[in-house]
């Protein structure tokens, strides 16, 4: 014979330890969970006819119809009777009185802290998704300095603002990110002691250089000046130290580009100092986002500065080229800068504004300070935009 079978709390809560991990992999937030559980009456309502518990069904449908009640205004006791009526195998209406007042009452408490979770867990993604057309809507692009300029929502995965995007360039230093890449790629120890030769330095360029030939440092001492004070002599040692030297370094790089669906993008020197290093803003982006999957990347690139203490030298203090990683107004996952007369003055950066991630690819810059103030405009648009979205949104 089959009849329902109603329990206390205190056997709710037996049945809850033997079938737990079932019932609360059901469960959106451990707080309703627990909400629930203090619910006086929900016991009595998570029994079958057939004898056969399913508390998880049971608690499915009690979940629905807190929800539905709070989002339609429902009366409770209505509600609750379609349930009833709707899963009779399922939830069952309590035998006394005074139970069935109790769940009434709780149902819109339990339906409030549904919604407020709801809320909590659409309120981050929507807005993330949505970046674009808040920009695009309450604030105009200002007039920038950069020839080439990509604006990269990282959570939308799309441009924000472009210009010349897939115009190939010489990009300069930009290059010492994939060089950096491929030798942490190769796992060479970082504590291995490396010396500057005269092959390192670049006879056509006649770049200055803080680092001398016959300095002794550490890889990974090389691998940040490289990326942070940009020194080309670093990071041609880093290249001719690759295993097969500077040639087989190039070819993983150029390997490693087209790996990452950089079809426009050529390395033909790990410094940059060769204008024959060209890419686009669309490619650069994909090796900022490969990029920031390095850690040390990540610290080595944001580093303000690094003083450099060798036997035999005074100390060298260097400081990093971009110095938005000083202004701490600026959170920056990731920079690198880069210049030669053929290339302008050059800046890619990873950075949060106003919370969402952004990638800035700025190319061709030709004031002196014009890349940084180009992105100190991009800051403030994102910034204007968000509070204008706000406060419309207030209205």
């Avoid at 120890?189 to 010396?195: A, G, K, Q, R, V």
Wanted: with cysteine.
């Amino acid at each position: 014979m089959h009849c329902a079978i109603f329990l206390d709390l205190s056997e709710y809560f037996g049945m809850l330890l033997c079938r737990g991990v079932t019932f609360l992999k059901t469960m959106r937030n451990k707080h309703i969970t627990f909400l629930l559980l203090s619910l006086s009456l929900s016991a009595s309502l998570l029994a079958q006819a057939s004898g056969d518990l399913q508390p998880e069904l049971a608690q499915n449908e009690l979940l629905a119809a807190a929800e539905e009640q709070h989002a339609i205004g429902m009366g409770e006791q209505d509600l609750l009777d379609e349930l009833f009526a709707a899963e009779p195998k399922i939830v069952h209406k309590p035998a006394s009185t005074k139970a069935y007042d109790d769940l009434i009452s709780a149902m819109p408490q339990l339906g409030l802290a549904l919604s407020s979770q709801k809320q909590k867990e659409q309120q981050t993604e929507p807005q993330k998704d949505q970046l674009d057309s808040v920009i695009l809507k309450f604030a105009s692009m200002p007039r920038m300095r950069s020839a080439i300029v990509l604006i990269y929502d990282e959570n939308g995965k799309k441009p924000l603002h472009s210009k010349n995007a897939d115009v190939v360039a010489p990009i300069a230093s930009i290059t010492k990110l994939m060089t950096a890449m491929v030798v942490l790629d190769a796992k060479l120890p970082l504590d291995e002691e490396i010396s500057i030769e005269n092959s390192d330095v670049n006879r056509q360029k006649r770049t200055r250089s803080r680092t001398r030939t016959g300095m002794t440092m550490t890889r990974g001492e090389l691998l940040k000046l490289a990326l942070m004070a940009s020194d080309n002599l670093s990071a041609a040692a880093l290249a001719r130290t690759y295993p097969g030297g500077t040639e087989a370094a190039l070819e993983q790089m150029n390997a490693k580009a087209r790996e990452l669906g950089m079809a426009s993008t050529r390395f033909m020197d790990p410094t940059g100092l060769n204008s024959g290093n060209v890419s686009t803003a669309n490619d650069l982006v994909k090796m900022v986002r490969a990029a920031q999957e390095y850690e040390l990347i990540h610290r080595f690139s944001t580093s303000t500065s690094h003083t450099l203490e060798l036997a035999g030298h005074r100390p060298l203090r260097f400081h990093n080229t971009n110095p938005l990683v000083r202004n701490a107004s600026w959170d920056i996952g990731l920079s690198k800068t880069g210049y030669i007369s053929e290339a302008g003055r050059c800046l890619v950066m990873e950075a949060k504004i106003t919370e969402h991630p952004v990638i800035i690819v700025l190319l061709d810059s030709w004031g002196r300070n014009s890349r940084v103030g180009d992105a100190n405009r991009v800051k403030k648009w994102m910034e204007n935009a968000s509070l204008r979205g706000q406060q419309s949104k207030n209205m």
